[in-house]
C-alpha cells in the first residue's frame, strides 16, 4: 500500500528525530480538547473553560526527563496559548506558551507542544496565558516523579492528592477583561473554589443551599501527598486542613526542610506539596479551607473555600465554625517570618543523584542587577496600565524569539532599564538584555498596597531575601547564601522586597511577571533574553517544523493540516511505531 511505504518513510524519519533530540527517554502524549462547558460552581451558571470536558483539566503525570507531546485542539473562539508553570522548557523556550515566544494557536485549530521535563521533579500547573483566560478556568496539574534510582527524601506516600484552590468570579474572564479595558478594579471575588467547587455549606447565611463541593476521601492512619496550587485571580489565601498538621516536603520541584505548619500562606501562582498523616479519629469528617488574607476579614468572609475531608470511618458530616486562620489581620511580619521559614533540603537529591546543594549559589559573583519595582495603576495615553520598573510591557505583534531567528527589526527594544524611570511612565516592548551564563540578581519592589507573585519562565531562581521598606545595597547583609528556596514564583509584600538570584544558563526569551492576572493584563512584565553567542543545537533547539506564524511573519504562516497535526503527536508513541512496523509488514506494499 501506498500509505506504508509513506507511513514507512515518515517512520525512520522520525525515528533519526527522535534519537538525535531525545537520546532514550520515553515519549508521554496528551490530547487536550479546549472548550467552554456551562458550570455553577458558586450557584450561578457561568461559562467555564474546560479541558477534555472537565474543570479543572486532567493531570499531566510524567517522571524526569520523559518527552511531552500534548496535542491542544482549541475549540475556544478566541486565540489561545496554554503555559507549564515552573517547567523550565530546556534549550525551548518555542515551547513555553506566551506571547513573548509563541504565536497563539488561533480558533479550531490544534497544535503540539513538544517538550522534555529535564532534570526536573515535583509539583506544578499549566494554564491558558492569554486574554484574562485563566479566570474562567483551563487549569490542571503537572506532576514529575522522580526516576526509580532517586530515592526521594521521606517515605513513599499512600497516595497523591492534587487541590486547586483560588479566588473565583461569577463573571467570566471577558466579563472581567471589560472591566479592566474601562479602567475599573475588579472587586471582591464573589468565592474561592476548591478543585473547580464552591464551599461547603459550613454557614448558612454565607453559603447559599445546594452549592457542589469537594470531598476528599482518606483510609486512616495512612499518609499522603497532598500538591496544593494557587490558580486564582490576585487573591493570597490561607490553607489549612482542620487538625491536621501540613508537613512541607516540596515546592514547585524543590525539596524542602521538613516542617510542620498548622496553615500556609499560598499566593498566586504558588506551588506547595504537604505529607499529611490521618492520624484523627473518625468521629466526624474535617474541613479543607482557603480563606483569602491580608483584606478586611469581615467583609470578605465569602471569599472562603471549604471543602471535606472523609475518612473511610468517618461518622458524621462535619460541623462547627471553620479552622482558626492566622490572626494578624493588622500584623503581616506572620506571614513574612513564615514565608522565611521555608529553606532548601540541601542534603536531598532532587532529579539528579547529587544533593541539591551542591550548587552553592551563594559563592557565585553576581554579574548584572536589576531592581523591578511596581506601584499602583497609573495613566498613560489615557489608559489605566500597570508597570514594572516605570513600563507597561505591550505584547508585540512578532514574538521576541521569532523576530530574532527571522532577524525581524524592531520588533522590541532591548533596553530595559536596570533601575527603576524617574521620569512619566510608557508603555513600551522592553525587553531585559541578560547575559549566557551570567548571575542575575533582581529585587523585586512592590510600593503597591496589595501582594504580587512574581513568575518567571525557564528558570528556578533561589529566594534569598525579603523585608519591608526599600531596597537598599545593605540589604544584601540580611541574604540567606546557602539555603534559600529555589523556586518559580515568589510573593513580594505590599511595601517590601524580595530578592532572587538566577543563574541564566537555559537559553532563550523567557518571561518574568506578576501572576496577580489583573496587573498582568495591564503590562506588569517583561522578559528575560539570554542569548548564546556561538548558535548551536547543543543550548537552544532550532525551530520546531509546527511552529505558528503572525506579526511580521504571517506570509510565512500555512494553512492548518490537521491530518499531519495528529500523525505528528502519534509518530511519538512507541505503540503506534510498534503497530505501525507490524501493519507494514502484514500489508503487502503495492501501488
Same mark, same amino acid.
Given at each position: 500500500?501506498?500509505?506504508?511505504?509513506?507511513?514507512?518513510?515518515?517512520?525512520?524519519?522520525?525515528?533519526?528525530?527522535?534519537?538525535?533530540?531525545?537520546?532514550?527517554?520515553?515519549?508521554?502524549?496528551?490530547?487536550? @480538547?479546549?472548550?467552554?462547558?456551562?458550570?455553577?460552581?458558586?450557584?450561578?451558571?457561568?461559562?467555564? %473553560?474546560? %479541558?477534555?470536558?472537565?474543570?479543572?483539566?486532567?493531570?499531566?503525570?510524567?517522571?524526569?526527563?520523559?518527552?511531552?507531546?500534548?496535542?491542544?485542539?482549541?475549540?475556544?473562539?478566541?486565540?489561545?496559548?496554554?503555559?507549564?508553570?515552573?517547567?523550565?522548557?530546556?534549550?525551548?523556550?518555542?515551547?513555553?506558551?506566551?506571547?513573548?515566544?509563541?504565536?497563539?494557536?488561533?480558533?479550531?485549530?490544534?497544535?503540539?507542544?513538544?517538550?522534555?521535563?529535564?532534570?526536573?521533579?515535583?509539583?506544578?500547573?499549566?494554564?491558558?496565558?492569554?486574554?484574562?483566560?485563566?479566570?474562567?478556568?483551563?487549569?490542571?496539574?503537572?506532576?514529575?516523579?522522580?526516576?526509580?534510582?532517586?530515592?526521594?527524601?521521606?517515605?513513599?506516600?499512600?497516595?497523591?492528592?492534587?487541590?486547586?484552590?483560588?479566588?473565583? #468570579?461569577?463573571?467570566?474572564?471577558?466579563?472581567?477583561?471589560?472591566?479592566?479595558?474601562?479602567?475599573?478594579?475588579?472587586?471582591?471575588?464573589?468565592?474561592?473554589?476548591?478543585?473547580?467547587?464552591?464551599?461547603?455549606?459550613?454557614?448558612?447565611?454565607?453559603?447559599?443551599?445546594?452549592?457542589?463541593? @469537594?470531598?476528599? @476521601?482518606?483510609?486512616?492512619?495512612?499518609?499522603?501527598?497532598?500538591?496544593?496550587?494557587?490558580?486564582?485571580?490576585?487573591?493570597?489565601?490561607?490553607?489549612?486542613?482542620?487538625?491536621?498538621?501540613?508537613?512541607?516536603?516540596?515546592?514547585?520541584?524543590? #525539596?524542602?526542610?521538613?516542617?510542620? #505548619?498548622?496553615?500556609?500562606?499560598?499566593?498566586?501562582?504558588?506551588?506547595?506539596?504537604?505529607?499529611?498523616?490521618?492520624?484523627?479519629?473518625?468521629?466526624?469528617?474535617?474541613?479543607?479551607?482557603?480563606?483569602?488574607?491580608?483584606?478586611?476579614?469581615?467583609?470578605?468572609?465569602?471569599?472562603?473555600?471549604?471543602?471535606?475531608?472523609?475518612?473511610?470511618?468517618?461518622?458524621?458530616?462535619?460541623?462547627?465554625?471553620?479552622?482558626?486562620?492566622?490572626?494578624?489581620?493588622?500584623?503581616?511580619?506572620?506571614?513574612?517570618?513564615?514565608?522565611?521559614?521555608?529553606?532548601?533540603?540541601?542534603?536531598?537529591?532532587?532529579?539528579?543523584?547529587?544533593?541539591?546543594?551542591?550548587?552553592?549559589?551563594?559563592?557565585?559573583?553576581?554579574?548584572?542587577?536589576?531592581?523591578?519595582?511596581?506601584?499602583?495603576?497609573?495613566?498613560?495615553?489615557?489608559?489605566?496600565?500597570?508597570?514594572?520598573?516605570?513600563?507597561?510591557?505591550?505584547?508585540?505583534?512578532?514574538?521576541?524569539?521569532?523576530?530574532?531567528?527571522?532577524?525581524?527589526?524592531?520588533?522590541?527594544?532591548?533596553?530595559?532599564?536596570?533601575?527603576?524611570?524617574?521620569?512619566?511612565?510608557?508603555?513600551?516592548?522592553?525587553?531585559?538584555?541578560?547575559?549566557?551564563?551570567?548571575?542575575?540578581?533582581?529585587?523585586?519592589?512592590?510600593?503597591?498596597?496589595?501582594?504580587?507573585?512574581?513568575?518567571?519562565?525557564?528558570?528556578?531562581?533561589?529566594?534569598?531575601?525579603?523585608?519591608?521598606?526599600?531596597?537598599? @545595597?545593605?540589604?544584601?547583609?540580611?541574604?540567606?547564601?546557602?539555603?534559600?528556596?529555589?523556586?518559580?514564583?515568589?510573593?513580594? #509584600?505590599?511595601?517590601?522586597?524580595?530578592?532572587?538570584? %538566577?543563574?541564566?544558563?537555559?537559553?532563550?526569551?523567557?518571561? %518574568?511577571?506578576?501572576?496577580?492576572?489583573?496587573?498582568?493584563?495591564?503590562?506588569?512584565?517583561?522578559?528575560?533574553?539570554?542569548?548564546?553567542?556561538?548558535?548551536?543545537?547543543?543550548?537552544?533547539?532550532?525551530?520546531?517544523?509546527?511552529?505558528?506564524?503572525?506579526?511580521?511573519?504571517?506570509?510565512?504562516?500555512?494553512?492548518?493540516?490537521?491530518?499531519?497535526?495528529?500523525?505528528?503527536?502519534?509518530?511519538?508513541?512507541?505503540?503506534?511505531?510498534?503497530?505501525?512496523?507490524?501493519?507494514?509488514?502484514?500489508?503487502?506494499?503495492?501501488?
Amino acid at each position: 500500500m501506498a500509505l506504508c511505504s509513506f507511513f514507512s518513510v515518515f517512520l525512520i524519519y522520525i525515528t533519526l528525530f527522535a534519537s538525535s533530540c531525545f537520546a532514550a527517554d520515553p515519549f508521554v502524549n496528551f490530547e487536550f @480538547e479546549v472548550s467552554y462547558i456551562t458550570a455553577s460552581p458558586l450557584g450561578v451558571p457561568q461559562q467555564v %473553560i474546560a %479541558i477534555n470536558g472537565k474543570f479543572p483539566g486532567p493531570t499531566v503525570n510524567v517522571t524526569t526527563n520523559n518527552n511531552v507531546a500534548v496535542n491542544v485542539r482549541n475549540k475556544l473562539d478566541e486565540n489561545l496559548l496554554i503555559t507549564w508553570s515552573g517547567i523550565q522548557q530546556r534549550r525551548s523556550s518555542w515551547q513555553d506558551g506566551v506571547l513573548g515566544t509563541t504565536c497563539p494557536i488561533p480558533p479550531k485549530w490544534n497544535w503540539t507542544y513538544q517538550f522534555q521535563v529535564k532534570d526536573q521533579i515535583g509539583s506544578f500547573f499549566y494554564f491558558p496565558s492569554l486574554n484574562f483566560q485563566r479566570a474562567s478556568g483551563g487549569y490542571g496539574g503537572i506532576i514529575i516523579n522522580n526516576r526509580a534510582i532517586i530515592p526521594i527524601p521521606f517515605a513513599t506516600p499512600d497516595g497523591d492528592i492534587v487541590i486547586f484552590i483560588g479566588d473565583w #468570579y461569577t463573571r467570566n474572564h471577558t466579563a472581567l477583561r471589560k472591566t479592566l479595558d474601562a479602567g475599573k478594579d475588579l472587586g471582591m471575588p464573589d468565592g474561592v473554589l476548591i478543585n473547580g467547587k464552591g464551599p461547603y455549606r459550613y454557614n448558612d447565611t454565607l453559603v447559599p443551599d445546594g452549592i457542589d463541593y @469537594e470531598t476528599i @476521601e482518606v483510609h486512616p492512619g495512612r499518609t499522603y501527598r497532598i500538591r496544593v496550587h494557587n490558580v486564582g485571580v490576585s487573591t493570597s489565601l490561607n490553607f489549612r486542613i482542620q487538625n491536621h498538621n501540613l508537613l512541607l516536603a516540596e515546592t514547585e520541584g524543590s #525539596y524542602t526542610v521538613q516542617q510542620n #505548619y498548622t496553615s500556609l500562606d499560598i499566593h498566586v501562582g504558588q506551588s506547595y506539596s504537604f505529607l499529611v498523616t490521618m492520624d484523627q479519629n473518625a468521629s466526624t469528617d474535617y474541613y479543607i479551607a482557603a480563606s483569602a488574607r491580608f483584606v478586611n476579614e469581615s467583609l470578605w468572609k465569602r471569599v472562603t473555600g471549604v471543602a471535606i475531608l472523609h475518612y473511610t470511618n468517618s461518622k458524621g458530616k462535619a460541623k462547627g465554625p471553620l479552622p482558626d486562620p492566622p490572626s494578624d489581620e493588622f500584623d503581616k511580619t506572620f506571614s513574612m517570618n513564615q514565608a522565611r521559614s521555608i529553606r532548601w533540603n540541601v542534603s536531598a537529591s532532587g532529579a539528579r543523584p547529587n544533593p541539591q546543594g551542591s550548587f552553592r549559589y551563594g559563592s557565585i559573583n553576581v554579574t548584572e542587577i536589576y531592581v523591578l519595582k511596581n506601584k499602583p495603576p497609573v495613566t498613560i495615553n489615557g489608559k489605566r496600565r500597570t508597570t514594572l520598573s516605570g513600563i507597561s510591557f505591550v505584547n508585540p505583534s512578532t514574538p521576541i524569539r521569532l523576530a530574532d531567528w527571522f532577524k525581524v527589526k524592531g520588533a522590541y527594544k532591548l533596553d530595559f532599564p536596570s533601575r527603576p524611570l524617574t521620569g512619566t511612565s510608557r508603555m513600551e516592548t522592553s525587553v531585559i538584555n541578560g547575559t549566557y551564563r551570567g548571575f542575575m540578581e533582581v529585587i523585586l519592589q512592590n510600593n503597591d498596597t496589595k501582594v504580587q507573585s512574581y513568575h518567571m519562565n525557564g528558570y528556578a531562581f533561589f529566594v534569598v531575601g525579603m523585608d519591608y521598606g526599600e531596597w537598599t @545595597e545593605n540589604s544584601r547583609g540580611t541574604y540567606n547564601k546557602w539555603d534559600g528556596i529555589a523556586r518559580s514564583t515568589t510573593q513580594v #509584600y505590599p511595601g517590601a522586597w524580595t530578592a532572587i538570584l %538566577i543563574s541564566l544558563d537555559n537559553v532563550g526569551v523567557w518571561n %518574568i511577571r506578576t501572576e496577580n492576572l489583573d496587573s498582568w493584563y495591564l503590562g506588569q512584565e517583561t522578559y528575560v533574553r539570554v542569548v548564546n553567542p556561538e548558535a548551536t543545537n547543543k543550548t537552544e533547539l532550532p525551530l520546531p517544523d509546527n511552529a505558528l506564524y503572525c506579526g511580521a511573519l504571517s506570509k510565512l504562516q500555512k494553512p492548518e493540516d490537521i491530518i499531519s497535526s495528529a500523525i505528528s503527536i502519534m509518530a511519538r508513541s512507541k505503540l503506534f511505531l510498534t503497530l505501525l512496523m507490524i501493519v507494514c509488514a502484514v500489508i503487502p506494499i503495492s501501488h
